[in-house]
T-cell receptor, first 113, second 121 residues
């Protein structure tokens, strides 16, 4: 069965510093995709970054990078130079064949000024 | 282009009443997903469709919940009868066709609606 685990319910980071949000996954499928979404207090879901299971290089999107360690089944999100606007809930997600997409429990990030 | 459109945005109803949530996916998207978000259970996948056909409904909590997709541009999630524990935000999301794990083309990124906040008293 597929599973996503986020073990950090809440994280604090100082503005302008980098922060890593942890995500581990479990699947027996060879083809899968890993995603991070952001949910601000306003409630909408915003796509941040994607990593395919066959991608050999870590994905990057601006200040976001995904640290993909396939053997460890981890897909951690790194946010560089944190901003106050980064305060939000962050969800790790995985899709497998047929695009079934499941989410982790989420990590609430607080950025301190 | 218009995004995923959900209605109503807010619904307050009394226990035992029927609730119908509606979703219009992005045109051209073959996949449609219904999620429920609560503080206790997080984001749960209830059901998803591909080309209007339900593919996996294993997340539907019980027979009180039903979902339909009569055509490519419309889906409903119905709760009958509703109970207070159904109170949640219900998200609809859509995605264009592609392959999970692909390095190019569509990856299965979900495009979410704004959600329908349901309160059952």
């Amino acid at each position: 069965a597929q599973k996503i685990t986020q073990t950090q319910p809440g994280m604090f980071v100082q503005e302008k510093e980098a922060v890593t949000l942890d995500c581990t996954y479990d699947t027996s499928d060879q083809s899968y995709g890993l995603f991070w979404y952001k949910q601000p207090s306003s409630g909408e879901m915003i796509f941040l970054i994607y990593q395919g299971s066959y991608d050999e290089q870590n994905a990057t999107e601006g200040r976001y990078s995904l640290n993909f360690q396939k053997a460890r089944k981890s897909a951690n999100l790194v946010i560089s130079a944190s901003q106050l606007g980064d305060s939000a809930m962050y969800f790790c997600a995985m899709n497998t064949g047929g695009f079934k997409t499941i989410f982790g429990a989420g990590t609430r990030l607080f950025v301190k000024a | 282009d218009a995004g995923v459109i959900q209605s109503p945005r807010h619904e307050v109803t009394e226990m035992g009443q029927e609730v119908t949530l509606r979703c219009k996916p992005i045109s051209g998207h073959d996949y449609l997903f219904w999620y429920r978000q609560t503080m206790m259970r997080g984001l749960e996948l209830l059901i998803y469709f591909n080309n209007n056909v339900p593919i996996d409904d294993s997340g539907m909590p019980e027979d009180r919940f039903s979902a339909k997709m009569p055509n490519a541009s419309f889906s409903t999630l119905k709760i009958q009868p509703s109970e207070p524990r159904d109170s949640a935000v219900y998200f609809c999301a859509s995605s264009p066709p592609g392959l999970a794990g692909s390095t190019r083309g569509n990856t299965g990124e979900l495009f979410f609606g704004e959600g329908s906040r349901l309160t059952v008293l």
